[in-house]
Nanobody, 121 residues
Framework: QVQLVQSGGGSVQAGGSLRLSCVAS????????MGWFRQVPGKEREEVAT?????????VYGDSVKGRFTISQDNALNTLYLQMNSLKPEDTAMYYC?????????????WGQGTQVTVSS
């Protein structure tokens, strides 16, 4: 049974840093991609960062977080991280990790439970 369990997050002042973790279990393969998303009530879900584990390890970031956030994975490929630096109040949201179901396609199927990040000014 595939499961993604998130940790990290919390409250921080603007300019501070946080790190989110997402531990995966039940995978018998390396997903083509892993990513982080965020959502604010009343707004559409936003893709924050994606790492293409099946595509050479390339990472892509949303424009709003480029240069501040870093997505990474551990060597065993069972934990995904999101290092968030220079946080801004507009980064406040519920953050979710997601893994693709496929080996050769990026289609997010599995989701973590979500963790709240709150940045105060």
């Amino acid at each position: 049974q595939v499961q993604l369990v998130q940790s990290g997050g919390g409250s921080v002042q603007a300019g501070g840093s946080l790190r989110l973790s997402c531990v995966a279990s039940g995978f018998a393969y390396v997903p083509y991609c892993m990513g982080w998303f965020r959502q604010v009530p009343g707004k559409e879900r936003e893709e924050v960062a994606t790492i293409y584990t099946g595509g050479g390890g390339r990472s892509v970031y949303g424009d709003s977080v480029k240069g501040r956030f870093t997505i990474s994975q551990d060597n065993a490929l069972n934990t995904l991280y999101l290092q968030m630096n220079s946080l801004k109040p507009e980064d406040t949201a519920m953050y979710y990790c997601a893994f693709s179901k496929y080996i050769k396609a990026c289609q997010y199927t599995y989701w973590g439970q979500g963790t709240q990040v709150t940045v105060s000014s």
